[in-house]
């Protein structure tokens, strides 16, 4: 009998262990069939190995090498054996709309990924006027994914109706946040997913061009995107889409490891050759972007939510969620996390549910003291606040983002001053040093947070003011969003940053 | 607050735009602004300044500094002013709490990393960044910063972020540890000079401006020293090193550089009667405040030491000079040249005007020669370099002038330059043009060398010609022949504005398979589809624009080549709006008013032959003199007969023929046959080193008067300073004419000021009616024609037709220039200028210019200095059928194999002995462009250069004043 396994390509799972897993699996059964996909997104578990017994995919994680014999031998009964994937409850509790096929299939096999769904976004779009595709995307209520919320539609709307020779789409992968990896694994996991949602962009606004702007830290995102571009050409997913007669392809493009080259403006100019510092806007990018020319710039996940929004229609989208905040969210857990990992479901789950349920609190079974939502850029959230749920406004009001919604979770022995000194420091190491408040601020703030260290009674007083000119100051979100993190630290943990200041007296 | 109105120079944030009217309210206040305009300049405009530092209107708005920030009502945040565009209805507040505060917490950031050495700062009292302290009230600096730019030592040990001050540029310096990061300089080269010799270097808090890469300093950098960076300095990072001598300056007056012909317009910054820097002035219409390295920063020679201020003669050349009184001077020069009129005849005696001096001033000069001589001896030194302009434009067109103004280039979108090397020779065109290149217009380069325009940083040609030196009206014509060929004429232009059957004889003139690419290849050079190419894009690439330089002119057939221009402007329908045209770059400033003051021995005022009647009698009447009908002697012919024995003496103002013409051993060979030379001139220049009569020159600053640009343009030159020498040049002049009338018993000439010379001009000259320095005064500057039919000047010519009526087209047969390579001389000389340097460099040799050139080098192609066994630095011999002089060799592929090619701007080179006395057929022009020569490897200098030196040194000998 002729056996499947499953196993992560992706990053996360390679770390782990994969490929060590996947040498011992063609050692031990050279006739069984071994499909690389991408992430299933539970990282603990990595590497996920999936065996398929009577048409189930049957998991077991955390392998290693020498676990395979075992389950070659009794699969059910292996202490390792997770039962079906899909019965996993991390798993199961979600609504997998963009990362549907993440993790289900070989990520550059075309007929897979057709097989799974996918180009049928494409052509119901192929056969829609770009008005008619605007609001499609519209109505689904599709806001910017990367962080700042945008609505996907207008913007595409903005880029439809300027006037220009040429248009074009750029799709920001420079996901820089640290604890937050949903870009990586969609692009490792399903790159078409990506690359059909840039070319409805392209058919929606009138771009025949498109550039992903992918982190130089991603190696094996970058190498698997550009296999998969060139397997996108020969399946008419690039080029002449699927036989209509439209055109659009794309290039790959890798950054060269600046944070800031994450905000659309500095990305614009470090894709043009130049150096990845902040543009003023106006002009807004959709009229005067790359090369100067109308140009859409959205994150890896929204526009690899636009194949599903074509696919199963604007409604089935907007059925999910909270508020304004439409349709499902990758949620990344990460930091002290028992249970890390991507989790996308709608929005409108509790802060709260996706610590303590979801994530099972903290790996070192310490009290959740604290979590960061957004990146490093995002506030700090304590337990007190676990009742908000996770939609943009919600979040906003809260005094907090949901960022490009990574959550990183930290125990009661975090140092909140530390943390708060840290955003400081990221802040002046990734500054671009364009405008002031950001290039000499966070300087200062490393500074003046020493300084409250060191039990100076006038610091806080000083740190506050170079907040708000920091966050109303700044050009860009690096140095508006940097006292998010420090202000809510200290709002938060008074303690942490009053307790020294009594140690010194 | 609507009465109060910023300076006309004041600097309002971003640059002005022209969209539609857009109505919005500041401060209560309604402005009504361009769409597109920034609020930052609405807000200035309604006379309410916002505190900035990163912005200038000179450069488009960065948003970097975040002091301008404003709250808009209906709007969140508070946008910064600079990048903000107004819409109609607009409601903003410019001083809001909110704003108030954020304001003071930046400037507190600013100040937490600047030294607080404002007392002794070169900048105090002229820095935005101590005036945007005092505007936004800030009152304490809290940080007690430990991480800065400035201190030299940190806690540990020295302060890594520390770096020392660059004063590697002569003229400025760069003090790293007073920079704002504002990158008003970075993009001031980018966008200004359009250099891109600076950058910001690093990010973050370690972002620094930076010269060039890795080791590079200013000097070593591609900085052109144009000054552009250190005019956007809102600090002293950027600083002339004159201001940190001197003070900064407290008065300031605007008057005219008096290099080359674009004629930018400068503010002369004084401190008592010390010139402290030159500023360029952005309300000049020529230059739109930018500058070059010569009129930004190389005055210097004005207080050379060098300089000669009183008044020497001497009775023989091999004397030494004796100093003598003004008076003992022109009584001397007078007697002579007097002398020499009754012993000889009238015509014995002569001028050469100068393209340097004033209108006025060279008014005055041929009205010397022509009323108090008697004769038309007068020539001047646009002979040697625009006569062909004269001619060429004359006939076809019928002025004798460039057709456009400078602003023009912005609405250009196809370019050819020929002949020309604009980024030296004209630096602030080339910066403008460089401007519109970058925005996308395509240029075509016709030109031997491979010049900085050919491809240098952010611009390319679409096509460089690289044409054998002397092949210009093949070329031209095989152009032409490509357009008429294919059917790319203009046809309804032709018919409107032109000659029809002029046009169609030429038309079959062009056509004829002799003038095809494919045919003219063979001896040009140029590859026929680089040539056809070239045609296309000009007949097909929107406004097409011409420029031109002496690449053209001088040459056996510069006035062929002139005509072939404008035929092809005319073949495009390339005249008579803005962004066409036919423009020749002028070398020296007045070299056009010298042109138009009647400089040419055939020619009086306004470009009116002698032999006609009418225009005698204008000037006969206002001058009570009889005009003699004969057209006088050009240079040339000046020195031929001054070798014969027929012409003796010679006043010469502000002008070195002696090393700018060429043949040098002929020029001298004429002067030395002279009786009586008179020089007048700031320097003893190499002319006078067989001069009799030295009269000591004044500079542009110590004097009033006009300079008249490219553009046709008439600049005021302002007086700034007493004349050292103690008169202006115009003084000196109308003092050796009443010298000379006293020997003759005359009418004394009695002008008390130049604006009373520009009245006779004006009454006199048709094209000059309407000018008077009170227009000057109110307009700022005028362009001729400027009379009763253009009040206000003429910044386009040939708008609904030609000046002489039908645009006319003339056949353009190219003939081969008799001087021809062969086995003695295998190669071609071609000469040119350098940036840093001016023509032949009296002035600019006089200043801390020499460190970009400090000698004349020969360029030659890797394999023609394989061949001869010379190695990049060696001293080679350059030897033609005239001459031989020795100088050092640069191994460049700027030049193609079998060119070589140098600059005049060192006497001690002497490039001009080494040229030929061919010229153009129509007016004498020298062939400076083409020589066949030999290049040798040499020891050092040759026997003649040796000869030279001590015969200048001999010359020179200045007699101590008697006790």
């Known amino acids: 009998m002729s056996m499947t396994f499953y196993l992560p390509k992706d990053a996360s799972a390679r770390a782990m262990g994969a490929d060590a897993v996947a040498a011992a699996i063609t050692k031990a059964a050279p006739d069984a069939k071994l499909i690389r996909t991408g992430t299933r997104g539970m990282t603990w578990l990595e590497p996920l190995l999936e065996l398929e017994l009577d048409g189930t995919r049957h998991g077991f994680g955390p392998v290693e090498p020498g676990d395979i014999a075992g389950i070659l031998a009794d699969p059910q009964g292996h202490p390792k054996a997770l039962g079906p994937v899909t019965d996993i409850p991390f798993f199961k509790t979600q609504t997998r709309l963009t990362f549907a096929r993440v993790g289900v299939i070989a990520p550059t096999d075309m007929a897979a990924y057709g097989a799974h769904g996918g180009l049928t976004g494409l052509r119901r779009a192929l056969s829609m006027s770009a008005a008619a595709m605007v609001e499609e995307v519209k109505a689904s209520g599709l806001r910017g994914r990367g962080g700042a919320g945008f609505p996907t539609g207008i913007k595409w709307d903005t880029v439809r109706l300027a006037n220009a020779d040429q248009k074009y789409i750029v799709c920001n992968a420079d996901e820089g946040d640290s604890g937050t990896f949903a870009d990586r694994m969609l692009m490792e996991g399903d790159p078409f997913t990506l690359i059909e949602g840039m070319a409805i962009a392209g058919i929606a606004t009138g771009a025949t061009k498109g550039y992903v702007y992918l982190r130089s830290e991603y190696p094996d995102a970058i190498a698997t995107m550009n296999a998969a571009v060139i397997a996108a050409r020969k399946g008419g997913l690039l080029g002449d889409l699927l036989g209509s007669g439209q055109q659009f392809d794309m290039e790959i493009r890798v950054g060269a490891g600046a944070y800031v080259c994450g905000e659309e403006t500095s990305l614009l100019n470090s894709l043009e050759g130049k150096r990845g510092v902040v543009r003023a806007k106006p002009p807004l990018p959709a009229l005067e972007g790359f090369m100067g020319k109308p140009t859409v710039v959205n994150n890896v996940i929204s526009l690899a939510s636009v194949p599903t929004i074509f696919a199963n229609g604007a409604a089935a989208y907007a059925d999910q969620g909270l508020g304004r905040s439409r349709g499902t969210i990758p949620v990344q857990l990460a930091g002290n996390v028992k249970f890390g990992g991507l989790f996308e479901a709608g929005f409108g789950m509790t802060l709260g549910a996706l610590v303590n349920d979801i994530a099972g609190g903290t790996a070192t079974g310490r009290p959740v003291k604290a979590v960061q939502v957004g990146g490093p850029l995002g506030a700090y959230f304590a337990p007190h606040q676990f009742d908000t749920p996770f939609g943009y406004e919600e979040f906003d009001g809260a005094g907090g983002l949901i960022g490009h919604a990574g959550i990183t979770i930290y125990d009661d022995s975090a140092d909140m001053l530390g943390m708060a000194r840290f955003a400081m420091e990221f802040c002046a190491v990734e500054s671009c040093g364009k405008c002031t408040p950001c290039r000499i601020g966070a300087v200062r703030g490393v500074e003046m947070l020493d300084r409250m260290k060191s039990g100076d009674p006038v610091a806080q007083e000083v740190l506050e003011d170079l907040c708000e000119t920091m966050r109303d100051g700044s050009l860009c979100a690096l140095g508006g969003f940097t006292p998010y993190p420090v202000l809510s630290a200290l709002r938060l943990f008074p303690d942490d940053f009053a307790a020294r200041k009594e140690a010194a007296e | ?963």
């Open chain 2, 1 to 963: 607050m609507k009465d109060f109105r910023f300076p006309e120079d004041a600097d309002f944030g971003t640059p002005a735009k022209s969209g539609a009217p857009v109505t919005l309210t500041i401060d209560g206040f309604e402005i009504t602004v361009p769409d597109g305009t920034s609020v930052m300049r609405a807000s200035m405009e309604a006379g309410i300044p916002i505190p900035k530092l990163c912005a200038t209107d000179s450069v488009e708005a960065f948003g970097s500094c975040r002091l301008c920030l404003v709250e808009i009502e209906g709007r969140r945040g508070t946008p910064a002013s600079c990048t903000t565009p107004v819409t109609p209805g607009m409601v903003v507040h410019t001083q809001t709490p909110k704003v108030a505060k954020l304001r003071r917490g930046v400037m507190e950031l600013y100040i937490s990393d600047h030294p607080l050495d404002c007392l002794t700062c070169s900048a105090n009292g002229d820095c935005e960044l101590q005036d945007m302290a005092g505007v936004v009230g800030l009152r304490d600096v809290r940080y007690d910063a430990q991480d800065t730019h400035f201190a030299q030592r940190a806690a540990t040990g020295p302060n890594p972020h520390y770096i020392p001050k660059d004063e590697s540029n002569p003229y400025f310096t760069y003090d790293p540890s007073k920079c704002i990061v504002c990158s008003r300089c970075v993009r001031a080269c980018e966008e200004v000079q359009g250099t891109f010799a600076l950058t910001i270097e690093g990010r973050g808090f370690d972002s620094r401006v930076k010269a060039g890469a890795g080791a590079d300093d200013f000097l070593t950098s591609d900085c052109v020293s144009c000054g552009a960076c250190v005019q956007a300095c809102p600090t002293a990072t950027l600083r002339e090193k004159s201001v940190a001598e001197i003070g900064t300056p407290d008065r300031s007056v605007v008057t005219t550089c008096a290099y080359c012909g674009v004629g930018c317009s400068f503010k002369a910054e004084m401190k008592g009667d010390t010139l402290v820097r030159m500023v360029p002035w952005k309300n000049g219409k020529a230059n739109r405040g930018h500058s070059c390295v010569k009129g930004r920063f190389a005055y210097g020679y004005a207080s050379h030491s060098d300089r000669i201020l009183n008044p020497m003669i001497r009775d023989k050349i091999t004397d030494p000079w004796r100093e003598v009184s003004w008076d003992e001077a022109l009584s001397f020069a007078a007697k002579r040249l007097r002398g020499l009129q009754d012993t000889h005849d009238k015509d014995s005696i002569g001028v050469i005007t100068s393209s340097r001096c004033t209108n006025e001033e060279t008014y005055l000069v041929q009205k010397l020669t022509r009323a108090v001589f008697g004769n038309n001896n007068t020539d001047t030194c646009a002979r040697v370099c625009h006569s062909p302009t004269g001619y060429g434009l004359g006939q076809t067109f019928g002025t004798s002038a460039g057709t456009q103004d400078f602003d023009s280039v912005e609405h250009t979108d196809v370019v050819i330059v020929i002949g020309a090397n604009p980024t030296d020779g004209h630096p602030v065109f080339a910066s403008r043009l460089k401007k519109r290149l970058r925005a996308g217009a395509k240029l075509i380069v016709i030109d031997p060398r491979r010049t900085d325009i050919v491809r240098s940083n952010h611009i390319e040609a679409a096509q460089h010609l690289a044409l054998r030196p002397g092949t210009n009206v093949a070329v031209v014509t095989a152009m032409a022949h490509t357009i008429v060929t294919e059917g790319l004429a203009d046809e309804s232009f032709i018919k409107d504005r032109c000659d029809w059957e002029e046009f169609a004889e030429y038309a079959e003139f062009v056509s004829d398979p002799r003038h095809s690419p494919e045919a003219t290849e063979v001896y040009t050079g140029v590859p026929a589809a680089t040539l056809r190419a070239a045609a296309r894009l000009f007949a097909t690439g929107g406004n097409g624009a011409i420029y031109y330089g002496l690449g053209v002119t001088e040459h056996s057939q510069g006035s062929t080549t002139v005509i072939g221009i404008a035929n092809l402007a005319m073949l495009t329908g390339n005249v008579g709006r803005n962004g066409v045209g036919v423009n020749p770059l002028r070398g020296q400033n007045n070299v056009q008013g010298s042109c138009d003051m009647g400089s040419f021995p055939h020619e009086l005022p306004g470009y009116r032959h002698v032999k006609n009647a009418d225009t005698r009698a204008i000037f006969e009447s206002a001058w009570g003199v009889t005009i003699n009908p004969e057209p006088g002697l050009r240079i040339p012919n000046m020195l031929d007969e001054a070798v014969q024995g027929r012409f003796k003496g010679l006043y010469c103002q502000g002008e070195d023929i002696l090393q700018s013409d060429p043949d040098t051993k002929h020029v001298a060979a004429g002067l030395a046959a002279m009786d009586c030379v008179i020089v007048h001139d700031l320097f003893l220049n190499e002319t006078a080193n067989y001069a009799h009569v030295f009269l000591p020159g004044s500079t542009f600053l110590e004097k009033d008067g006009t300079f008249t640009n490219a553009e046709r343009r008439i600049n005021r030159v302002r007086r700034v300073m007493a004349p050292k020498n103690g008169y202006a040049d115009w003084q000196v002049t109308q003092l050796l004419a009443n010298a000379c009338l006293k020997e003759s018993g005359s009418a004394q000439w009695s002008y008390s000021h130049p604006s009373e010379i520009m009245s006779e001009i004006a009454s006199t000259t048709p094209s000059f009616a309407g000018v008077t320095y009170d227009l000057l005064e109110e307009k700022g500057s005028v362009q001729w024609p400027c009379n009763d039919d253009a009040p206000d000047g003429t910044p386009l010519m040939h708008v609904d037709g030609f000046v002489r009526g039908k645009g006319r087209f003339i056949v353009t047969e190219y003939v081969a220039t008799d001087e021809k390579t062969g086995p003695r001389f295998p190669l071609l000389l071609t000469t040119g200028r350098i940036l840093s340097q001016y023509n032949v460099g009296a002035q600019t040799r006089r200043t801390a210019n020499v460190v970009w050139h400090d000698q004349d080098v020969l360029e030659i192609h890797p394999h023609d200095a394989e061949n001869r066994g010379i190695k990049d630095g060696d001293f080679v011999k350059l030897a033609s059928r005239s001459g031989e002089t020795a100088l050092r060799a640069q191994i460049t592929d700027r030049v193609s194999p079998g060119v070589v090619y140098t600059t005049f701007h060192h006497p001690d080179t002497q490039a001009n002995v080494i040229t030929t006395d061919y010229s153009d057929w129509a007016t004498n022009c020298p062939e400076y462009k083409v020589t066949a020569v030999q290049v040798s490897p040499s020891n050092g200098p040759t026997e003649w250069q040796e000869e030279y030196a001590e015969q200048a040194a001999q010359s020179r000998r200045i007699l101590p004043a008697a006790e």
